[in-house]
Nanobody
Framework: VQLQASGGGLVQTGGSLRLSCAAS????????IGWFRQAPGKEREGVLC????????YYAESVKGRFTISRDGAKNTVVLQMNSLQPEDTAVYYC??????????????????????WGHGTLVTVSS
């Protein structure tokens, strides 16, 4: 199981970015996929998750109304659309797969942190 996040970069406050999570060796549609982020000097934080049945779970209240998550089955990717970006959104963003076959909905943040399958992150920098 290998995940790779991409699409990060430098953007001004109020701008948008679209992050993609791609997988090799397995189909993302079969798993809940979460996005987490880690800012310099801070702990890893859950952002958003999409379940196996397509429900979205916001782990972070601060991104509601600005970030959305979706699947692109044809490309085997999960997309995090980030709008109205703020300097506090600056972080390395990671996508995580919940490999439990029994769970239909998004797991809790501690479960993802402990048992999720993590990929390499992509850096998002929002300038003020």
């Amino acid at each position: 199981v290998q995940l790779q996040a991409s699409g990060g970069g430098l953007v001004q406050t109020g701008g948008s970015l679209r992050l993609s999570c791609a997988a090799s060796g397995f189909t993302l549609d079969h798993y809940a996929i979460g996005w987490f982020r880690q800012a310099p000097g801070k702990e890893r934080e859950g952002v958003l998750c999409i379940s196996r049945i397509g429900d979205s779970t916001y782990y972070a209240e601060s991104v509601k109304g600005r970030f959305t998550i979706s699947r692109d089955g044809a490309k085997n990717t999960v997309v995090l659309q980030m709008n109205s970006l703020q300097p506090e959104d600056t972080a390395v963003y990671y996508c995580v797969a919940d490999l439990s076959p029994a769970r239909k909905r998004c797991p809790t943040i501690p479960t993802m942190l402990r048992f999720g399958s993590w990929g390499h992150g992509t850096l998002v920098t929002v300038s003020s």
